[in-house]
């Protein structure tokens, strides 16, 4: 069965410094895989998504994500972390049925001015 | 492009009485779209799949009479909460699939539903 996992319930960083959000995923086939950040009372906003080649992805806002098979990963970076990026991450997989989403339980981040 | 809209973003409602949402893709034919429910602090749980122009798929444990799903029309899918009760109370987001090959679903703003 599919499955994620975001191990950090809640993340902390200064203003400026760089940021890593981990996923790591469970699935027996080839992933699609996506990164969505969610403000208060917001819906989700997609930020970046792999589903074949270059396995270091590219998406909005200064993110990257970097697919690694043999970890199981696909893993969130920021260089340089900005207030506005304080929201929730989370973190998905396609499964087999339907397209349907997994979900991971999301990562606070928390921005030190 | 891909904007997903919902309306209304909140509304408030007695007990028993019934509330209707609606999730519209706004630039783009959505031949599948998705309800979710989330509670404070919690990841999105998936309630139903519906395709437009057939029935709508429910996980198990979501009552299909309690939270009807139709999805008439390529952009347009409605879930009605029958009923209302307190518990009933949260965040509703849809989420909307352009097409069978395309995987990439895109979220609505979301529905904040308070039952009293």
């Known amino acids: 069965a599919q499955s994620v996992t975001q191990p950090d319930i809640h993340i902390t960083v200064s203003e400026g410094a760089s940021l890593e959000l981990r996923c790591n995923y469970s699935?027996?086939?080839?992933?699609?895989l996506f990164w969505y950040v969610q403000s208060p009372g917001q819906g989700l906003q997609l930020l970046l998504k792999?589903?074949?080649?270059?396995?270091l992805v590219q998406g909005i806002k200064g993110f990257e994500a970097e697919f690694k098979r043999s970890q199981s990963s696909f893993n969130l970076r920021k260089p340089s972390v900005h207030w506005s990026d304080a929201a929730e991450y989370f973190c998905?997989?396609?499964?087999?049925?339907?397209?349907?989403?997994?979900f991971g339980r999301g990562t606070q981040l928390t921005v030190w001015p | 492009g891909a904007v997903v809209s919902q309306h209304p973003s909140w509304v408030i409602c007695k007990s028993g009485t019934s509330v209707k949402i609606e999730c519209r893709s706004l630039d783009f034919q959505a031949t599948t779209m998705f309800w979710y429910r989330q509670f404070p602090k919690q990841s999105l749980m998936l309630m139903a799949t519906s395709n437009e122009g057939s029935k709508a798929t429910y996980e198990q444990g979501v009552e299909k009479d309690k939270f009807l799903i139709n999805h008439a029309s390529l952009t347009l899918s409605t879930l009605t909460v029958t009923s209302a009760h307190p518990e009933d109370s949260s965040f509703y987001i849809c989420s909307a699939r352009a097409g069978d090959r395309e995987e990439t679903q895109y979220f609505g703003p979301g529905t904040r539903l308070l039952v009293l």
């Open positions: 699935y027996g086939a080839t992933p699609y």
């Open positions: 998905a997989v396609i499964g087999s049925t339907l397209g349907r989403l997994y």
């Open positions: 792999y589903f074949s080649g270059d396995t």
